[in-house]
């Protein structure tokens, strides 16, 4: 039987998988299912997560961003967790799904617009001091850790 994972890759949500027992026959597609918001129906990502893909057949796993996650027709939310079952085919037919993935990978959001941004008391003619507030509520930094802030001037 096949078992799936899901794991956060920067905005990603990767979906893989082991390559199952397929009784002497080649493995030719793997049919992924995501499972709504609604919790009840499961639905193929065929954008990103096609098993009828050769690549995604070679690889064993597909990322599909987060962000389609949050759209129609998944609308999962913020800390929903993502379920996936895959199932795979090969000529003597499709195998039964997969169970689903154990409740790991959370849907999350990307950090919100950062804080008003002020000149310094050390800025002078020849130097500008840059400060801001650090985002630290869940709402400002998507409930992940702030890596880093990037700085534009013009």
Request: hydrophobic share 35%; aromatic share 12%.
């Given at each position: 039987m096949l078992s799936v994972v899901t794991v956060i890759e920067n905005s990603f949500v990767k979906i893989a998988w082991q390559y199952p027992n397929d009784n002497s026959d080649t493995v030719v597609e793997y049919e992924i299912l995501i499972r709504q918001g609604d919790m009840k129906t499961f639905t193929p990502q065929?954008?990103?997560c096609d098993g009828r893909s050769a690549a995604i057949v070679q690889k064993l796993y597909c990322l599909v961003?987060?962000?389609?996650?949050?759209?129609?027709p998944?609308?999962?939310?913020?800390k929903d967790y993502v379920f996936a079952k895959i199932k795979a085919k090969n000529a003597l037919g499709w195998s039964p799904y997969s169970?689903?993935?154990s409740m790991e990978t959370q849907i999350q959001i990307e950090p919100g617009t950062g804080n008003l941004v002020?000149?310094?008391?050390q800025t002078s003619t020849t130097r500008i001091e840059v400060v801001w507030d650090a985002m630290t509520t869940s709402s400002e930094t998507g409930d992940s850790p702030?890596?880093?802030y990037n700085l534009e001037w013009d």
């Open positions: 065929l954008l990103y961003p987060m962000s389609t996650l949050r759209a129609e998944y609308s999962l939310k913020f169970d689903l993935n002020r000149r310094g008391s702030i890596r880093s």
